[in-house]
């Protein structure tokens, strides 16, 4: 069943374009009724990040829920992890995220997750859009039994207190230099304070949110102003958080940046070290790069992938036992502590590696080398480019050349009606034919 509203991350889109006051008020209503159960004060939490949009989005969210009966917490800008964690904590029935990630302001989104802090099934956000498209005036609550609105205090502290008690008492940062691009994002305030009271001396870029500029030449999809801050100040490294800081990357001290990949060999390696590692392995989705898993099956570990989308990677590493996974882009899940992707605390753990080694970022957080990697996006107006004969025959002649020796994977955005064409291998300028004879392909058939 092909969905209207959710993507892979919940719904985003252009604010007062896709994400509408109307649409909001009625996600609002259709969520606090599928949650409704039992005759107690239900109450839901909403965070946000620092969007302009996310005032008009977040107003009218509370007209929906105070509508059928909901008690509304707002907290006002907090990482997309913390609203996962506060659900849990303060006992909401469920958790908002206002955020479209790592998009520009004029995007926005709404990221739902249930009482146990993890993002709703499949199952649930169709139920949810059922309703969207229904008619909700007979299920509003009676005057009586209206919700209340309130912000709450102090949740910033919570997260932060959280996310330090990751790491072992005794671990220190001292003597370290960090440079952070909080991306004027959710994490403008918490990432820089958690990293000064761990001891590390902070330097904080992108932490000054206007509304407008979050994501803005900054933050984990645009390094080169961390690279910059790293050699100027001479900082041991850098960390830049998305929008939301769900996730994150770092640049090691010569500037030069280290994707999720790394990281995640990185964490894997010293967990397995450690004796944590749930199961012999990670999860990680078909994005991630070969040269990984071929490092990680080296070590005696394994590499489980899913479809791209850090909820497919949570679903895998409960159904099966993991509890360390993530994505190339830095989304990165350690099970142990938190329910989605958390920025700041897989930074922190990347970090107490580094501390252990003494060694340069350089040389602790380059586990492998790479395979060459081409990924190039078809953009689309209408129809199936991907049914195409022409596309199929394409595909399967690239498949045909690879030989085993490299991976294509073609898939779908959940997000814009793009396609994206990722091949990788062995030989860097085949990988580069084969993408581009695909994308050739596509391209004639999205005509």
Request: glycine share 12%.
């Amino acid at each position: 069943m092909v969905r209207k509203f959710f993507g892979t991350d919940g719904i985003r889109g252009r604010a007062n374009g896709v994400i509408t006051p109307e649409l909001a008020l009625k996600v609002g209503q259709a969520t606090g009724i599928v949650f409704r159960n039992g005759e107690h004060r239900h109450r839901v939490l909403i965070g946000k990040d620092t969007r302009l949009s996310g005032y008009m989005i977040e107003t009218a969210l509370v007209a929906g829920f105070t509508s059928v009966g909901m008690d509304v917490l707002l907290t006002g800008p907090i990482p997309t992890p913390a609203v996962a964690m506060l659900t849990r904590s303060m006992r909401a029935d469920f958790g908002v995220m206002i955020s479209a990630s790592h998009n520009l302001y004029d995007d926005n989104g709404i990221k739902l997750f249930g009482p146990d802090g993890y993002k709703l099934s499949d199952a649930v956000e169709r139920n949810i859009e059922k309703l969207i498209e229904g008619d909700l005036s007979r299920q509003l609550a009676k005057s009586a039994a209206l919700g209340r609105a309130r912000r709450i205090d102090g949740v910033q502290d919570r997260y932060i207190e959280f996310a330090k008690r990751t790491l072992p008492r005794d671990l220190s940062l001292e003597g370290m230099r960090v440079v952070i691009d909080c991306a004027h994002g959710a994490g403008y305030k918490v990432a820089p304070d958690a990293l000064w009271e761990l001891g590390a001396e902070v330097v904080a870029i992108g932490a000054e949110p206007d509304g407008f500029n979050i994501n803005k030449e900054c933050g984990s999809t645009e390094t080169a102003a961390l690279s910059a801050k790293v050699r100027e100040v001479r900082a041991d490294l850098g960390i830049a958080l998305d929008g939301d800081a769900d996730r994150m990357v770092m640049v090691d001290e010569r500037g030069h940046v280290i994707d999720g990949d790394q990281l995640l060999a990185v964490i894997a390696e010293s967990w397995k070290d450690d004796g944590r590692l749930g199961r012999a392995g990670i999860v990680a989705t078909v994005m991630s790069n070969l040269g990984l898993e071929r490092h990680l099956v080296e070590r005696g570990l394994s590499l489980a992938r899913t479809p791209v989308g850090d909820r497919y990677v949570l679903e895998h590493m409960r159904a099966q036992g993991f509890n360390v996974g993530g994505e190339p882009s830095g989304h990165i899940i350690l099970s142990d502590y938190t329910t989605t992707g958390d920025g700041l605390v897989a930074a922190l753990q990347v970090l107490a590696v580094v501390k252990k080694q003494g060694r340069p970022v350089s040389e602790v957080c380059h586990r492998f080398e790479p395979l060459p990697q081409v990924l190039k996006n078809v953009r689309y107006k209408k129809g199936k480019p991907l049914e195409d004969a022409k596309v199929k025959s394409a595909i399967n002649s690239a498949e045909q050349r690879l030989n085993g020796h490299g991976r294509l994977v073609i898939r779908p955005s959940g997000t814009e009606p793009v396609i994206r064409v990722m091949g990788e291998g062995d030989d860097p300028m085949l990988v580069e034919e084969i993408v581009d004879g695909i994308v050739d392909a596509l391209t004639q058939a999205a005509a």
